[in-house]
């Protein structure tokens, strides 16, 4: 079962913008690909889903190239409450199951 | 938007008994309702899939005699681990698909943690 990667980790200073990036080397034809936020001890909370080009919320932006192995998450002007650990979500093309990411641990400056 | 809830919110049992937990979709009708595990500083793991009125499909490792799945209801599904370990210490997770969802977005509850002494 190919994995479905993150960094583990990213730093920022509030007001900057963070990108973070998954790579899904083996997704779904069809399967969108979704990003959530996760506090300690809390559920996921979704933030933004798409499918092919961009995609823009009010919280958040995503990125996914053409041949749709990788997606980025864009957060504009980041703040501390933004400190948590993001984790894409996509189908994996092999197994037809949704995968998680690695999650990405975003820490959050002042 | 679609609500989610898990109770408890939190359990501490004596190794050997068994705990259930149960996930609800308050404002909507969940068609298929997932069971997550995540151990601390590491990804939520999918450890079963349960439709309304059929038995849960497991995931490759996952014991379905001790992680029973019961969803009887569009609303409600119950997931019991039985005779439960210090190992099966973790946080819960359930989340569903339903309602006025796109693609494949799921509502998540707010997890259980499961503490077995």
């Known amino acids: 079962l190919a994995k479905t990667t993150q960094p583990i980790s990213m730093d920022s200073y509030e007001g900057q913008e963070v990108n973070i990036t998954c790579s899904h080397n083996n997704i779904a034809t069809n399967d969108y690909i979704t990003w959530y936020q996760q506090f300690p001890s809390q559920g996921p909370r979704f933030i933004i889903q798409?499918?092919?080009t961009k995609v823009t919320n009010e919280v958040a932006s995503l990125f996914i190239p053409a041949d749709r192995k990788s997606s980025t998450l864009s957060l504009p002007r980041v703040s501390l409450s933004d400190t948590a650990v993001y984790y894409c979500l996509v189908g994996d093309g092999v197994t037809d199951k949704l995968i998680f990411g690695t999650g990405t641990r975003l820490q959050v400056f002042p | 938007g679609a609500v989610v809830s898990q109770h408890p919110s939190r359990v501490i049992c004596k190794s050997g008994t068994s705990v259930k937990i149960e996930c609800r979709s308050l404002d909507f009708q969940a068609t298929t309702m997932f069971w997550y595990r995540q151990f601390p500083k590491q990804s939520l793991m999918l450890m079963a899939t349960s439709n309304e009125g059929s038995k849960a499909t497991y995931e490759q490792g996952v014991e379905k005699d001790k992680f029973l799945i019961n969803h009887a209801s569009l609303t409600l599904s119950t997931l019991t681990v039985t005779s439960a370990h210090p190992e099966d210490s973790s946080f819960y997770i359930c989340?569903?698909?339903?309602?006025?969802?796109?693609?494949?977005?799921?509502?998540f509850g707010p997890g259980t943690r499961l503490t077995v002494l």
């Open positions: 989340s569903a698909i339903g309602g006025r969802a796109e693609g494949n977005e799921q509502f």
């Open positions: 798409g499918y092919k």
